[in-house]
């Protein structure tokens, strides 16, 4: 009868803590997401010690790029981004300006349909 009842706490306690986990998830996925990232970059401020730079200035690189490197992703895209919709606007426009005009007594279908010259 011990070991149903140790099964059975131990069962109720996994349960307990999946439910707080599910509950604070958003608030821990930050505290996760950070010590995820800081133990994927430490070998890299550890090259730096090793390199003779010292730890705080190595980990203050490290920082730095990570700061600078998705924040030139991101003008990149952005930059791309932008000049793509202009090129859009731009054709579309220069589309519906060559496109002929529609006669209201006309409805019938051309004799020959041609592939329009871009």
Not at 29 to 38: E, H, N, S, T
Not at 55 to 78: C, H, Y
């Amino acid at each position: 009868m011990a070991l149903e009842r140790q099964v059975t706490f131990w069962v109720a306690a996994l349960a307990v803590f999946v439910a707080v986990l599910w509950v604070l998830s958003d608030v821990l996925l930050p505290f996760v997401a950070g010590m995820a990232l800081a133990y994927l970059l430490d070998p890299i401020a550890r090259r730096g010690e090793r390199l003779g730079i010292g730890r705080a200035v190595s980990a203050l690189t490290v920082l730095t790029l990570g700061w600078i490197v998705p924040w030139f992703t991101q003008v990149l895209a952005t930059t791309l981004t932008v000049t793509t919709v202009g090129c859009l606007v731009l054709i579309t426009a220069n589309r519906l300006r060559r496109r002929p005009a529609v006669r209201p007594d006309t409805h019938s279908q051309p004799k020959q349909l041609r592939t329009p010259r871009y």
